[in-house]
């Protein structure tokens, strides 16, 4: 089992195209494309059969994200602006806490783990009655929030740095570090679970990307603090444009000092994605998806190229929170 993954990861590695300029587009086009192969053989035909379009739609929430109101708070939780025990004190229920802190305040600090809960309920309700397109859009979108949820980043108020004159280094820790040195990641994580509490779960993960944000700043300070400026930056050539990155020797370096930690996140987020899909399935009562529709249907091709449209040609707004 163990060799036949590998050889999907060799040709997934391979078929997700590298976008540089885009942050974090590498990595949810990965996730989403290898949670495919977490999934048990009831399920697996159907995914691998659309495996093209979930990779391919794993970036079109953050597309989204200033064009659509209220689409940017789905991405990130401030969990550190509630307190210290935010994570496991804030309402599990949405309204509950829109009840105690009001929706304005938790639009600005975002509701990722509401917003995969929700999404949970949709999904299983697309299963339900077998609606393709609707398992599919759900599925896609799905896996791009729970990705985010595995993004320590995506859990503090300062999560570009700029708090703490580190700005960058979101780009840094979930597109520069993966793009650069994923290729020798295992990401074999066996199949996915069925999640008795989903709630629970998604909220467990947010707590633990959080309880890395500690090593993912301090290392980047304590590494900034010994290399020289010159050697931290570089130059270099992305779709002809010269453009100044962290220098790759940095970013080796401060990949080493994490331990292996950006790996781990990335595996725990595809079978995440996978123990959900796999979850809504199995409480909607286990529908046959080899007798169901594979393909998109007509009308929502033609739904997803009017969207398309729509987002190259919307004025961009700006949108709440982590804009940067
Ligand atoms: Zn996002």
């Not at 059969?49 to 794993?58: M, P, R, V």
């Amino acid at each position: 089992m163990k060799k036949l993954f590998t050889l999907f990861l060799c040709i997934a590695l391979w078929v997700v195209p590298r976008q540089p300029q885009a942050w974090g587009f590498f990595g949810h086009r990965l996730i989403n494309r290898l949670a495919v192969f977490t999934l048990p053989p009831e399920m697996i035909g159907f995914y691998k059969a659309n495996i093209t379009y979930l990779t391919d739609n794993a970036t079109r929430p953050d597309q989204r994200r200033s064009v659509v109101p209220g689409e940017a708070a789905r991405h990130f939780i401030d969990a550190d602006v509630y307190g210290p025990n935010a994570l496991s004190q804030l309402p599990r229920s949405y309204a509950d806490a829109v009840a105690e802190h009001g929706e304005d305040s938790l639009l600005r600090h975002g509701i990722v783990p509401w917003q995969v809960t929700r999404m949970k309920y949709q999904l299983t309700e697309a299963f339900r009655v077998h609606d393709t397109d609707r398992i599919l859009h759900l599925s896609a979108d799905l896996g791009h929030y729970v990705a985010d949820a595995c993004v320590p980043l995506h859990t503090t108020r300062n999560y570009n740095g700029q708090l703490s004159g580190q700005r960058g280094i979101h780009g840094l820790w979930e597109s520069r570090l993966p793009e650069l040195l994923s290729n020798n990641y295992d990401f074999f994580t066996g199949p996915a679970p069925y999640l008795d509490n989903p709630t629970k779960t998604i909220w467990q993960a947010v707590a633990r990307s959080h309880a890395a944000v500690d090593s993912v700043l301090c290392f980047e300070e304590e590494l900034t603090a010994s290399f020289p400026e010159d050697r931290k930056f570089g130059f270099e050539e992305r779709n002809n444009q010269t453009v100044r990155t962290y220098s790759r020797d940095f970013s080796r370096a401060y990949h080493a000092r994490l331990h292996g930690q950006v790996e781990r996140q990335m595996r725990r987020a595809m079978q995440l994605v996978g123990a959900i899909w796999y979850t809504c399935w199995v409480d909607a009562g286990q529908p046959d998806l080899d007798i169901m529709p594979k393909t998109l249907s007509e009308e929502e091709k033609q739904r997803l190229k009017a969207e398309e449209t729509q987002l190259q040609n919307a004025p961009h707004t700006a949108s709440t929170g982590h804009d940067e």
